[in-house]
């Protein structure tokens, strides 16, 4: 009886031309927002009232529900990009035991950006672990203002160091010269502006101070594995989220 009521309910959904939002956007948009850190709920597919008519039979029930299945899915992404298991979970517990607390839209959606902030500064703190204060100052000044001109030199200056010493330390620390780093970073916000559709391929090389589309394009490919073109055809690629 259990299975044939569920199956009533799925094809009541199906019928009702509710869709969900795509697995391909939840995983990009969470992915940026826990690497990067910003912590903001701005993608209109991805709210508290998604889901307020199928989750639960009122609507706030739903949300919470809604918030609930969020901590779930984002708890484990933070695993996946290296947290703790265990430091992930706990917070996971809290952050469900706090959504029972929330008596209003307004009181939860204020909650989903302390979920986000949480949960974002347990990938960050993974991210710097073991780095030193240079590097990590570094890692910080580039993340802030990937819309910003500036050169390798102005990040040394900023880290404290003389380029070519802050150079050999970055590179030693995390793999990557700083410019790798620099372009894989302003490359992945490049591909979410694409994916979000407000920007055409022109407008996002210009945003980020491209003379050429060529150059931002073989940029794009350096980082990504596939022209911006290509990529908005087919949808991002395993490679979105990797530093090259």
């Not at 706030?60 to 901590?71: H, L, P, S, T, W």
Request: net charge positive.
């Amino acid at each position: 009886m259990a299975n044939e009521k569920a199956g009533r309910e799925a094809k009541r959904s199906l019928a009702s031309g509710f869709r969900h939002h795509d697995y391909a956007s939840e995983q990009r948009l969470m992915t940026l927002l826990l690497r990067e850190g910003r912590a903001e709920w701005k993608d209109s597919t991805l709210n508290l009232d998604t889901y307020a008519d199928v989750l639960a039979p009122t609507p706030f029930r739903a949300m919470q529900n809604g918030v609930i299945c969020f901590i779930t899915v984002i708890s484990r992404l933070a695993i996946a990009l290296g947290v703790d298991s265990e430091q992930s979970f706990s917070l996971s517990d809290y952050f469900v035991c706090e959504v029972e607390r929330k008596k209003t839209k307004a009181g939860l959606n204020a909650f989903v950006q302390d979920i986000l902030q949480g949960f974002s500064a347990l990938v960050y703190a993974q991210d710097i672990r073991g780095r030193s204060l240079h590097v990590t100052r570094a890692m910080r000044y580039i993340r802030s203002h990937l819309y910003d001109p500036y050169t390798v030199a102005d990040v040394a200056r900023y880290a404290g160091l003389n380029p070519r010493y802050f150079s050999a330390v970055f590179k030693a620390e995390t793999g990557l010269a700083p410019s790798q780093y620099i372009r894989s970073q302003k490359m992945t916000e490049a591909a979410a502006l694409l994916r979000q559709g407000d920007y055409n391929i022109t407008e996002t090389a210009e945003i980020f101070g491209y003379c050429s589309v060529s150059y931002f394009s073989g940029e794009f490919k350096r980082v990504h594995g596939e022209s911006p073109k290509r990529f908005l055809r087919t949808g991002p690629s395993p490679a979105l989220t990797a530093n090259r």
